[in-house]
């Protein structure tokens, strides 16, 4: 379900038939109990007018010739009021629930924001620590300045040799050590692995 509504973000509704007709979709996947016999599972157009009425749901301001265009948000709003409705909330909590909202706070309210926001993170992450991984010469701005550490190392022929090490704070809390001798991936495939190797390392700490 959490998909199917997400899949509807950006989408324009010309007209009260088409409006109704999609949010009677989603609704008949969300599968939600009316226990209360003057409440319909599943809003008809007239029930519809009744929430705009009501103020449950914010009136659409385009039109396209004669009809109205609902949007986004008008469909949270639907969806809102029909969840908090089988929950047994009263118009009046549930105007002051809605009204106002935003489209990010509404899909909050439905629990469909959740696992979106998360995907998007950690495509963000994965994305980030894949550019620092890249085969190409270290850049580093001011918000990653790195502080250099020495320490002596021992080569193959028992000799003392000094590496020479860079710190790089990714974000507060999050360091990257790299030293002067380590050799970055040279191909795509092998950032992405070492990414995703990093990745699973710092879920840990969730």
Do not use: C
Not at 53 to 76: D, H, M, R
Not at 137 to 165: C, I, K, L, N, Y
């Amino acid at each position: 379900m959490t998909q199917r509504v997400l899949n509807e973000r950006g989408k324009r509704y010309v007209g009260l038939p088409e409006f109704a007709r999609i949010g009677a979709q989603i609704l008949a996947e969300m599968d939600l109990e009316q226990h209360r016999g003057t409440v319909t599972t599943v809003p008809d157009e007239r029930t519809i007018r009744f929430y705009l009425a009501e103020g449950l749901i914010q009136a659409p301001e385009e039109k396209q010739g004669t009809a109205s265009v609902f949007g986004y948000l008008n469909l949270l709003q639907l969806l809102t009021v029909k969840k908090l409705q089988a929950e047994h909330l009263p118009i009046r909590k549930i105007r002051e629930l809605v009204d106002g909202k935003s489209e990010e706070e509404l899909e909050t309210l439905l629990g469909v924001s959740g696992a979106s926001r998360k995907k998007s993170r950690e495509s963000d992450a994965k994305d980030y620590l894949e550019s620092l991984l890249a085969p190409a010469a270290p850049r580093f701005t001011a918000a990653a300045r790195p502080s250099q550490q020495h320490a002596p190392d021992v080569d193959m022929a028992g000799e003392a040799t000094e590496q020479s090490w860079q710190r790089v704070e990714i974000e507060p809390g999050l360091e990257l050590h790299i030293r002067s001798d380590y050799t970055p991936p040279t191909t795509s495939a092998k950032s992405k692995t070492l990414a995703e190797r990093i990745r699973s390392l710092i879920s840990r700490w969730k």
